[in-house]
Each structure stands twice: as C-alpha cells, then as structure tokens.
C-alpha cells in the first residue's frame, strides 16, 4: 500500500484544518487505516483509525469530540477533519495503513505502511 498525506499548515486555536490520505496497491475495503502523530521529542501517538469493509472508528481520548475520521472507497481516501483545535494538537501527522486486522485500531506498532508526515502547527 502506497500512501501520500496532504493538508496540514498553520492555524489559530481554535480553528480547523483538514488532511487528506491518498492510498493506492490495494482496495481500503481489505485495510484497515489511521492516523498518527509525533510532536518533537516524544513517541509517535494513535490519534484516529477505521476499520476496513467496516464504519467502526476508534480516537484517541485527547481528541474525541473534535476530530472526526472518514473514508471514501470510490476515491481511495482516508481524511481528518479536526476541529477546535489546541495548541498540543502540533505534531507530524501520519497516515498509516495495515490488512484488516482483528487487533485493536489503536495499536501504532501494528501498522506497516505509512504515508510521509504532515505537518500541523496550532499557534496564535
């Protein structure tokens, strides 16, 4: 799976941004995907993820309520649309790909194809 992330930029608190995961090789109805993010310093931390063939989504605690993942099979797209967004939400954002899998969503090291980063930047 071939994956190309797009969107981030620099926006105030508080305000929205959008990112795009282009996937190619192989049908998203048979993979699952997320997304990721690493601030300088720390690890790279689950942030959203879908099941393949399947609506069920997980998020992590620090953004449920403001982020929303969502999938479009005709375009091969997986997106983050993230609202209100905080200053700690700055970080390298990446989407990752697995096969569908029965392991949970959230598990950053069970994803073995990634996209390259984006970055996301929340300052005044």
């Known amino acids: 799976v071939q994956l190309q992330a797009s969107g981030g930029g620099l926006v105030q608190p508080g305000g929205s941004l959008s990112l795009s995961c282009a996937a190619s090789?192989?049908?998203?109805?048979?993979?699952?995907m997320g997304w990721f993010r690493q601030a300088p310093g720390r690890e790279r931390e689950f942030v959203a993820a879908?099941?393949?063939?399947?609506?069920?989504?997980r998020y992590a605690d620090a953004v449920k309520g403001r982020f929303t993942i969502s999938r479009s099979y005709t375009k091969s797209t997986v997106s983050l649309q993230m609202n209100n967004l905080k200053p700690e939400d700055t970080a390298v954002y990446y989407c990752g790909a697995r096969g569908r899998s029965v392991v949970d969503l959230t598990s950053t090291s069970t994803y073995n194809y990634w996209g390259q980063g984006t970055q996301v930047t929340v300052s005044s």
């Open positions: 879908i099941k393949g063939g399947s609506s069920m989504t």
């Open positions: 090789g192989r049908s998203l109805s048979n993979v699952d």
